[in-house]
């Protein structure tokens, strides 16, 4: 693991890059603020998570770094999950990351309320998912305000770009930064079950990620062969191949982050 600190004084804010070692967005937007550092107004920590598996291009060494927070089972990123969130506890943190699904920015929390719900309505994000149903996602420290991003294609450049467009505007909207950005009425979607793939060769998803299913309408199919849908649902980071068990969640629409 590697910080930085931007600013004098103990760290208010953080910023979290590389907590998987196969996104590399975050590490490229840390580096960059690093290397070309703002005039922040509150104190900064800059954090590349696990470098180990950066180095090598993998999502972890031993297990899931945003899973490894809870009771997980000694090893590299059992230890780094502990040394990570001493780093952070009680800083308001943005964590970085990329998918295989999903072009666009989104902001992934664990509850749309409080201090992560007047965060995101000020992030360059299309919509918000409260992932505070299913375990291990985000990654939960006690005291810590936290908001996760998904900034757009794993391993692209416009990812990169967009990691450091949400670092900017999140160290903005937590006043590190002026001026404050304006806040914005998002939709916040609810997340629920992944949606399993059946054995197949090829797959291919006719639904669009954040628009709503209709009951008989196919969402995918699997060698040709339809899949339909029984119950409405929005799709969230579906995609043919982004994951190699799941289409992707569903969810559903649960209000909206109001200014």
């Known amino acids: 693991m ?3 600190t931007l600013g004098d004084g103990p760290p208010e804010v953080a910023v979290v890059g590389g907590i998987h070692g196969d996104e590399p967005c975050g590490v490229r937007a840390v580096e960059r603020l690093v290397a070309d550092p703002p005039p922040v107004e509150r104190p900064v920590k800059l954090v590349v998570a696990n470098e180990r598996a950066a180095e090598t291009g993998v999502r972890y060494v031993d297990t899931d770094l945003n899973r490894a927070f809870d009771d997980a089972p ?3 990123e059992a230890r780094l999950a502990r040394g990570l969130a001493a780093e952070i506890r009680g800083l308001t943190t943005l964590s970085l990351h990329s998918t295989q699904s999903y072009a666009d920015p ?5 509850g749309a309320t409080g201090t992560a719900r007047d965060v995101v309505s000020r992030l360059p994000v299309g919509a918000v998912v409260d992932v505070s149903g299913p375990e291990g996602r985000p990654f939960a420290i006690e005291a810590t305000p936290l908001v996760e991003a998904e900034c757009g294609l794993q391993g692209s450049d416009e990812a990169a770009d967009s990691a450091e467009r949400l670092s900017r ?3 903005a909207a937590t006043g590190a930064l002026s001026p404050p950005p304006e806040s914005r009425s998002l939709p916040v979607f609810r997340l629920g079950d992944p949606v399993s793939k059946p054995p197949a060769e090829r797959y291919e998803v006719h ?7 209709e009951p ?5 199919s699997a060698d040709g062969r339809s899949l339909v849908a029984d119950e409405p649902f929005y799709p969230v980071l579906f995609s043919a191949e982004g994951y190699e068990e799941i289409f992707g969640y ?4 649960a209000g909206e982050v109001e200014p």
């Open 2 to 4: 590697r910080t930085h």
């Open 74 to 76: 000694d090893g590299h």
């Open 106 to 110: 989104i902001a992934i929390v664990n």
């Open 169 to 171: 505007a999140f160290l």
């Open 207 to 213: 639904a669009e990620n954040f628009r709503r299913v």
């Open 216 to 220: 008989g309408e196919t969402f995918a």
């Open 250 to 253: 569903v969810a559903e629409r």
